[in-house]
């Protein structure tokens, strides 16, 4: 054999052959994982049945006088229960079955998708989230009732409703406000309702001579007739500056805020005041001094303002005029 076919040759059989795919490997791949299937199918019948099993029993739960008993009258809570008890029935039947069939490890994965994906959704909502959770919580210990009137920070008005999301007021000039939850949650709450007697004040400018306490008197029995001025407790005029000849007076008074305005009431009691100053001391009070305040006013304005409200609430409403506040 000559040199040139022996390296022909050697040439030829260092060349390996074209390998072919082995098509009966991926059917035997694909038959052993249809077996494994079909053999697992009881199990996985079984473990969905189990999941609807634990989501029904979790709605019958949902559904017992339990709950209502819990939540009272407030809607709000009964819901939150009774969705937080069907979840967690349905979440507790999903986790035994995947058990039931030896799937710990997607258990695990499910859990951990769970927490970064709840992790996520908090940072993109967390304001959503704030105001919901401040609305369970205000729901709980009912900070005041329907229709009180309030001051939450600088916004004051009636309280309409309370929703998931944000309390309702209808303001005194009869705009209708929505302060979120997380606001009145944090927030200082002056409560105008709870305490039917109010006091009024203001500052008058007396001359400072030996008839001073004769004037002060003399104010003092002029704001207690005005109409609306309570008896009990008293009026008091103090003396709280002096200089130049003049003093400071400073003049206070109570009113029932069920029957009387305040600011109708300041306001006669104020001319009342003014007039007493003018007048001579044995003289009669004038009829400008017993100004009527118009008792029945502040209701028929309250009550408009309820009706304005209540036509533009449209929402649930989350207070329970029946329950204890805090």
Known sequence: MTGAAAASILATAAVPAAASFDWSAVRGRLLAELYRFVAAAPLLLLALLLTLAAWWFGGWLARRALIDRLAGANPFLKNLLATTLRGGCALLGLAVGLQLMNATAIVGALLGTAGVVGIALGFAFKDIIENYIAGVLLSLRQPFRPHDHVRIAEHEGLVMAMTARAT?????????????????FKSVILNFSQNPSRRFEFDLSAPFDGALEATQARIRRRVEAVDGVLREPDAEVLLVSSGDGKAGV????????????????????????????????????????????????????????????????GSRDLLDPAAPME
């Not at 309702?168 to 979120?180: A, E, H, S, Y």
């Not at 007493?276 to 118009?294: E, H, I």
């Open 250 to 313: 400073r003049v206070r008074g109570w009113i029932d805020q069920r029957r009387s305005d305040i600011d109708q009431v300041r306001s006669a009691a104020l001319r009342a005041a003014t007039a007493a100053l003018q007048a001579d001391a044995a003289a009669p009070a004038p009829a400008a001094a017993a100004a009527s305040a118009r008792p029945g006013a502040p209701e028929r304005t309250r009550q408009h303002l309820l009706r304005a409200g209540e036509a533009g609430a």
């Open 168 to 184: 309702v007021l209808m303001t005194l000039d009869g705009n209708q406000l929505r302060v979120p939850n997380a606001i009145v």
